[in-house]
């Protein structure tokens, strides 16, 4: 018996990917564009960042009572070790998550969830399937590779070269402000599936990880729309069974080059530029 980390408001970040290779040579070339179904998405240059949380940093400067102090020591068990993290190649990442109407040319009998979430725009309340089926959706019509983002993508977007609990600092963004790199919501907007079975992190640098081979679990991200701030900074991670429909989930899509081959990860879902 296990606690999956799966709570507050859940919504569907599709972070498209859209890969950068030579096949794509004069979409690379600039900074955001807009695609079929009025979805902005914003080139990220490769990099290294520090990834995860140690539980020094956030709960000095956040102090939220609601905070147990068994976490304020350590962070959650599964948010440390920190280590270095690469990737090495550029891409496509939505500005914001996928909203409501870009999900319904998808599948025009969606009819979106609409508790607490009335006049919120993003799409929520759909699976991690749900997710990788829309990416594949897009991918056929329009003849570029999309799929959701690895974790590792999701949190060096989050975090754009900041250090901080939040990409703004110490405290949460206001909703729809964007961070450095140009992309919104991630701190203050429905939850977010990523790619990625959910698993331990290894206490070693690691180059485009991909996440373990198997699991039960998928990696949710973000989810501050109803959520308390320590639930939604850089590093704070959940978890849900990928056919849950969280009601509060969304997601975010990404373009991108293709997944490293890591032992038997699956690749089906990843679609690339030929």
């Known amino acids: 018996m296990f606690a999956f980390k799966f709570y507050g408001t859940a919504g569907l970040l599709l972070a498209c990917i859209l890969p950068c290779i030579a096949s794509a040579a004069e979409k690379c070339a600039e900074s955001v564009f807009t695609n079929s179904i009025g979805m902005k998405l914003v080139h990220i240059e490769p990099g290294t960042f520090t990834m ?56 025009r009998d969606f009819p979106g969830f609409k508790a607490k979430l009335d006049g919120h725009p993003y799409v929520s309340g759909i699976s991690w399937y749900d997710a990788v089926a829309f990416c594949e959706w897009l991918s056929a019509k329009e003849g570029r590779p999309y799929r959701l983002p690895t974790e590792a993508e999701w949190e060096y977007v989050c975090r754009a070269e900041t250090q901080t609990p939040f990409s703004s600092g110490y405290t949460p963004p206001a909703h729809e402000t964007p961070n450095l790199w140009g992309i919104k919501n991630m701190h203050t907007g429905v939850l977010e599936w990523c790619l990625d079975w959910h698993g331990l992190y290894r206490d070693e640098s690691q180059t485009d990880p991909v996440g373990p081979k198997h699991g039960w679990t998928k990696v949710v991200r973000g989810g501050g729309l109803l ?35 890591v032992g038997a990860v699956s690749l089906q879902f990843v679609s690339v530029f030929r």
């Open 52 to 107: 995860g949380f140690d539980g020094k940093a956030p709960g000095d400067a956040l102090k939220p009572e609601h905070i147990p102090r068994k976490y304020l020591k350590s962070g959650n068990y599964d948010e440390s070790p920190r280590h270095k993290v690469t990737i090495t190649n550029s891409f496509y990442i939505s500005e914001a998550e996928v909203t409501i109407e870009q999900f319904k040319q998808s599948r």
């Open 227 to 261: 959520a308390r701030s320590r639930n939604s900074d850089c590093g704070f991670r959940r978890e849900g069974g990928p056919a849950i429909l969280g009601r509060h989930a969304g997601r975010r899509i990404q373009a991108r080059q293709p997944l490293p081959q």
